[in-house]
């Protein structure tokens, strides 16, 4: 059974960082996946952050990809979401997920357990 | 760009069928998943590609798609299968690709 446990979750002040990382235990290979970010609030439901997979190849979703980075660590099975420039409208619950590819497109198989970011001043 | 419906709220005695649909142009040309979500979790995928289910989901949730809507129909509901549930296409239409519907609120009475 795959699990991904996340952290780094902080409260963040406008213009600053937001920096979570996922570990990736057991299942099949950790390079025959992608590996997603996605948060939620109330005011956006659930959106897309975007996707990496084992040798760095990423997609972002457009409204995000400016201030998003993404990063992995095959030999450590993690991966990491960067977001700069948060504001209030960046505070959700944010998870990281596994990416399957299907009939046409993706879908997420496996979550994290999610994890907080407020954004206040 | 592709725009998911779901009806906020259903509500459904135990033992009963709830439906919950999910309405987006041409939705019977895109793959379709489900996702159950309980107060305070992480979302859980329960159906995929319209209408298969992963391992270790009950077979009473199934799924269904054609022409502008994708249904999820859970059977003998149980308590525990109260929950939000969130339809979710690739749109590559859209800027972000991945859609997900607005969520549904399954209250079981």
């Known amino acids: 059974q795959v699990q991904l446990q996340q952290w780094g979750a902080r409260p963040l002040k406008p213009s600053e960082t937001l920096s979570l990382s996922c570990a990736v235990s057991?299942?099949?290979?950790?390079?025959?996946?992608?590996w997603s970010w996605i948060r939620q609030s109330p005011g956006k439901g659930l959106e897309w952050i975007g996707e990496?997979?084992?040798?760095?190849?990423?997609m972002f979703n457009p409204s995000l990809k400016s201030r998003v980075t993404l990063s992995i660590d095959k030999s450590r099975k993690q991966f990491s979401l960067r977001l700069t420039a948060v504001t209030a409208a960046d505070t959700a619950v944010y998870f990281c997920?596994?990416?399957?590819?299907?009939?046409?497109?993706?879908?997420?198989?496996?979550w994290g357990q999610g994890a907080l970011v407020a954004v206040s001043s | 760009s592709n725009v998911l419906t779901q009806s906020p709220s259903v509500s459904v005695a135990p033992g009963q069928t709830a439906r919950i649909t999910c309405g987006g142009n041409?939705?019977?040309?895109?793959?379709v998943h489900w996702y159950q979500q309980k107060s305070g979790r992480a979302p859980v995928l329960v159906v995929f590609?319209?209408?298969d289910r992963p391992s270790g989901i009950p077979e009473r949730f199934s799924g269904s798609n054609s022409g502008n809507t994708a249904t999820l129909t859970i059977r003998r509901v149980e308590v525990g299968d109260e929950a939000d549930y969130y339809c979710?296409?690739?749109?590559?239409?859209?800027?972000?690709?991945?859609?997900f519907g607005g969520g549904t609120q399954l209250t079981v009475l």
């Open positions: 997920a596994r990416s399957v590819t299907v009939a046409r497109g993706i879908t997420f198989d496996f």
């Open positions: 057991g299942g099949d290979s950790f390079t025959d996946h992608y």
């Open positions: 990496i997979n084992h040798s760095g190849t990423t």
């Open positions: 041409d939705m019977g040309s895109k793959s």
């Open positions: 590609d319209d209408s």
């Open positions: 979710q296409v690739w749109d590559s239409d859209s800027d972000s690709h991945v859609v």
